[in-house]
């Protein structure tokens, strides 16, 4: 998906398949992780149908981080703010998620998934992070198994230091740093 060009007017792509399978993104406030999120996700929906990608959008700031992206015929759930029952609910979905690609590959025999893929993209890990454990827990848990299955975790932060833990880290190679505070960042 190309998401901008570099200093020689060539094309930046980003390819969670390759480069991923699932990436980091960090950046203080005004560094522009949710612009950079939403043209990521604009880019890959001009590039990609329906048919062959979707997206679950989390936003944990409030509603507003991907907007009128919530309209894509791309983006098959939104979850905002989340309430404890509504956490719990999230993660069902998603394991049943992960459940019917693994029993779809497994019925065909193939060693991977060939259907649509599925991006889950977080904007605001930290607050997830602290408010909502157990749904973070549950999205680690899914990256972990979801490599194979088409599933890819693009997560946002303002400061990488101290929420983005060991399992996570191990879990997303690719990462994108914007502006940051500190070089632990």
Do not use: C
Not at 50 to 75: I, S
Not at 124 to 143: C, I, K, S
């Amino acid at each position: 998906t190309p998401v901008g060009v570099d200093e020689h007017g060539g094309v930046v792509d980003v390819d969670l398949a390759h480069d991923g399978p699932h990436a980091l993104v960090a950046g203080t406030t005004g560094a522009g992780k949710s612009e950079l999120l939403r043209t990521l996700l604009v880019s890959a929906a001009l590039h990609h149908s329906p048919e062959r990608l979707q997206f679950l959008l989390v936003d944990y700031k409030g509603g507003a981080a991907f907007g009128p992206l919530t309209d894509l015929p791309h983006t098959v759930g939104t979850i905002t703010d989340l309430s404890g029952p509504l956490a719990r609910r999230g993660l069902v979905s998603l394991r049943a998620e992960l459940r019917r690609r693994e029993e779809a590959v497994a019925s065909l025999g193939a060693d991977r998934w060939s259907g649509a893929a599925l991006w889950v993209v977080v904007d605001e890990l930290a607050t997830l992070v602290a408010e909502q454990p157990e749904f973070v827990d549950g999205l680690v848990d899914l990256a972990q198994r979801g490599r194979s299955l088409g599933i890819h975790l693009v997560l946002a932060t303002q400061r990488p230091a101290g929420v983005v833990t060991d399992a996570i880290r191990a879990n997303a190679t690719m990462r994108i740093a914007l502006r940051v505070a500190d070089e632990d960042d």
